[in-house]
Protein backbone atom coordinates (compact mmCIF):
# COMPACT_ATOMS: atom_id res chain seq x y z
CA UNK A 1 0.00 0.00 0.00
CA UNK A 2 0.93 3.80 -0.85
CA UNK A 3 1.25 6.76 1.37
CA UNK A 4 -1.10 9.04 1.29
CA UNK A 5 0.26 12.50 1.36
CA UNK A 6 -1.60 15.85 0.77
CA UNK A 7 -1.40 16.91 -2.82
CA UNK A 8 0.67 19.81 -1.62
CA UNK A 9 3.07 17.53 -0.33
CA UNK A 10 3.39 15.44 -3.33
CA UNK A 11 4.00 18.78 -5.86
CA UNK A 12 6.81 20.33 -3.43
CA UNK A 13 8.06 16.46 -3.53
CA UNK A 14 8.04 16.05 -7.31
CA UNK A 15 9.40 19.65 -7.48
CA UNK A 16 11.95 18.92 -5.52
CA UNK A 17 12.71 16.04 -7.32
CA UNK A 18 12.61 17.76 -10.39
CA UNK A 19 15.22 20.82 -9.40
CA UNK A 20 17.89 17.57 -8.17
CA UNK A 21 17.55 15.91 -11.58
CA UNK A 22 18.09 19.55 -13.30
CA UNK A 23 21.31 20.00 -11.59
CA UNK A 24 22.74 17.04 -13.26
CA UNK A 25 25.18 17.85 -16.03
CA UNK A 26 24.39 16.25 -19.72
CA UNK A 27 27.33 16.02 -21.71
CA UNK A 28 27.83 14.93 -25.42
CA UNK A 29 28.43 11.22 -24.45
CA UNK A 30 24.83 11.83 -22.44
CA UNK A 31 23.30 13.64 -25.25
CA UNK A 32 24.13 11.01 -26.88
CA UNK A 33 22.32 7.82 -25.09
CA UNK A 34 19.53 10.05 -24.76
CA UNK A 35 18.77 9.94 -27.82
CA UNK A 36 19.26 6.39 -27.98
CA UNK A 37 17.53 5.89 -24.80
CA UNK A 38 14.18 7.66 -26.24
CA UNK A 39 14.06 5.25 -28.78
CA UNK A 40 13.28 2.81 -25.94
CA UNK A 41 11.20 5.28 -23.80
CA UNK A 42 10.38 8.46 -24.11
CA UNK A 43 10.96 9.42 -20.32
CA UNK A 44 14.31 8.22 -20.25
CA UNK A 45 17.48 10.78 -20.09
CA UNK A 46 21.22 10.12 -19.00
CA UNK A 47 23.09 12.21 -17.35
CA UNK A 48 26.12 12.99 -14.69
CA UNK A 49 26.81 14.01 -11.30
CA UNK A 50 29.53 15.61 -10.56
CA UNK A 51 28.34 17.50 -7.69
CA UNK A 52 29.75 16.33 -3.94
CA UNK A 53 26.32 17.00 -2.47
CA UNK A 54 24.25 13.45 -3.80
CA UNK A 55 20.33 13.15 -3.27
CA UNK A 56 18.97 9.84 -2.98
CA UNK A 57 19.47 7.31 -5.77
CA UNK A 58 22.60 9.94 -7.34
CA UNK A 59 26.23 8.59 -7.06
CA UNK A 60 29.27 11.36 -7.39
CA UNK A 61 31.18 10.79 -10.49
CA UNK A 62 28.83 8.54 -12.23
CA UNK A 63 26.55 8.40 -15.25
CA UNK A 64 22.38 7.90 -14.70
CA UNK A 65 19.74 7.07 -16.27
CA UNK A 66 16.87 9.14 -14.87
CA UNK A 67 13.65 8.40 -15.75
CA UNK A 68 11.19 11.39 -15.69
CA UNK A 69 7.76 9.55 -14.52
CA UNK A 70 4.00 11.28 -15.97
CA UNK A 71 2.83 12.51 -12.56
CA UNK A 72 5.36 11.06 -10.05
CA UNK A 73 8.60 11.85 -9.21
CA UNK A 74 11.99 10.73 -11.11
CA UNK A 75 13.38 7.72 -10.96
CA UNK A 76 17.58 7.18 -11.27
CA UNK A 77 19.61 4.53 -11.49
CA UNK A 78 23.41 5.00 -10.83
CA UNK A 79 25.59 3.34 -13.92
CA UNK A 80 27.91 1.25 -11.01
CA UNK A 81 29.56 -1.89 -10.91
CA UNK A 82 29.00 -4.64 -7.95
CA UNK A 83 31.44 -3.08 -6.04
CA UNK A 84 30.01 0.68 -6.29
CA UNK A 85 31.95 2.53 -8.39
CA UNK A 86 31.24 4.25 -11.51
CA UNK A 87 31.06 2.81 -14.83
CA UNK A 88 31.19 4.31 -18.13
CA UNK A 89 28.33 4.02 -20.35
CA UNK A 90 28.18 1.36 -23.36
CA UNK A 91 26.37 -0.88 -25.09
CA UNK A 92 25.56 -2.92 -21.16
CA UNK A 93 23.35 0.03 -20.43
CA UNK A 94 21.22 -1.25 -23.07
CA UNK A 95 20.97 -4.79 -21.42
CA UNK A 96 20.73 -3.43 -18.12
CA UNK A 97 17.38 -1.60 -19.25
CA UNK A 98 16.27 -5.08 -21.26
CA UNK A 99 16.71 -7.08 -17.94
CA UNK A 100 14.51 -4.61 -15.89
CA UNK A 101 11.43 -4.48 -18.01
CA UNK A 102 8.96 -6.49 -16.05
CA UNK A 103 7.11 -6.43 -19.12
CA UNK A 104 8.88 -8.23 -21.03
CA UNK A 105 8.00 -11.98 -20.88
CA UNK A 106 11.56 -13.27 -21.82
CA UNK A 107 12.50 -11.05 -18.88
CA UNK A 108 9.86 -12.59 -16.40
CA UNK A 109 10.77 -16.29 -17.31
CA UNK A 110 14.81 -15.63 -16.79
CA UNK A 111 13.61 -14.18 -13.55
CA UNK A 112 11.68 -17.46 -12.63
CA UNK A 113 14.67 -19.04 -13.88
CA UNK A 114 17.13 -17.84 -12.10
CA UNK A 115 15.39 -18.32 -8.38
CA UNK A 116 14.30 -21.83 -9.03
CA UNK A 117 17.89 -22.56 -9.38
CA UNK A 118 18.69 -20.39 -6.68
CA UNK A 119 15.80 -22.41 -4.36
CA UNK A 120 17.47 -26.09 -5.83
CA UNK A 121 21.09 -24.37 -4.69
CA UNK A 122 19.72 -23.59 -1.41
CA UNK A 123 17.84 -26.89 -0.45
CA UNK A 124 20.98 -28.81 -2.28
CA UNK A 125 23.47 -27.04 0.62
CA UNK A 126 20.57 -27.83 3.31
CA UNK A 127 20.57 -31.43 2.44
CA UNK A 128 24.31 -31.38 2.80
CA UNK A 129 24.52 -30.28 5.68
CA UNK A 130 21.60 -32.42 7.49
CA UNK A 131 23.65 -35.44 6.02
CA UNK A 132 27.12 -33.99 7.49
CA UNK A 133 25.41 -33.55 10.77
CA UNK A 134 24.12 -36.57 10.78
CA UNK A 135 27.04 -38.82 9.93
CA UNK A 136 29.06 -36.32 12.53
CA UNK A 137 26.39 -37.71 15.37
CA UNK A 138 26.97 -41.08 13.59
CA UNK A 139 30.35 -41.08 14.57
CA UNK A 140 29.92 -39.63 17.64
CA UNK A 141 27.58 -42.04 19.31
CA UNK A 142 30.13 -44.83 17.38
CA UNK A 143 32.99 -43.51 19.64
CA UNK A 144 31.23 -43.08 22.55
CA UNK A 145 29.19 -46.89 22.16
CA UNK A 146 31.43 -48.84 20.21
CA UNK A 147 34.58 -51.04 21.17
CA UNK A 148 37.42 -50.25 18.40
CA UNK A 149 40.46 -52.33 18.63
CA UNK A 150 43.81 -50.83 17.05
CA UNK A 151 45.44 -52.00 14.52
CA UNK A 152 48.68 -50.53 14.43
CA UNK A 153 51.85 -51.76 15.91
CA UNK A 154 51.47 -49.43 19.26
CA UNK A 155 51.02 -51.39 22.44
CA UNK A 156 47.20 -50.70 23.95
CA UNK A 157 47.51 -49.62 27.54
CA UNK A 158 43.92 -49.23 29.51
CA UNK A 159 45.14 -46.58 31.81
CA UNK A 160 47.19 -42.99 31.28
CA UNK A 161 50.22 -43.99 33.48
CA UNK A 162 50.89 -46.75 30.26
CA UNK A 163 52.18 -49.80 31.22
CA UNK A 164 52.88 -51.40 34.88
CA UNK A 165 56.51 -50.35 35.82
CA UNK A 166 56.61 -47.30 33.73
CA UNK A 167 56.58 -43.62 34.84
CA UNK A 168 55.41 -40.59 33.25
Known amino acids: MGLLLPDSVVRDLRAERAREIEQA?????????????????????????????????????AYHIVRHNPGAPGSVEALIDKDGKPREPGSWVFDLIRS??????????DRKRFMKRALDAKERARKREEEEHKELLHDLANAAWRTQVSMTDVPWTQNSSGRRGRST
Open 25 to 61: YRSDVCQEFTRELRKIDSYLEMCFWPHDHTPPGFVTG
Open 100 to 109: TDLWNPAVER
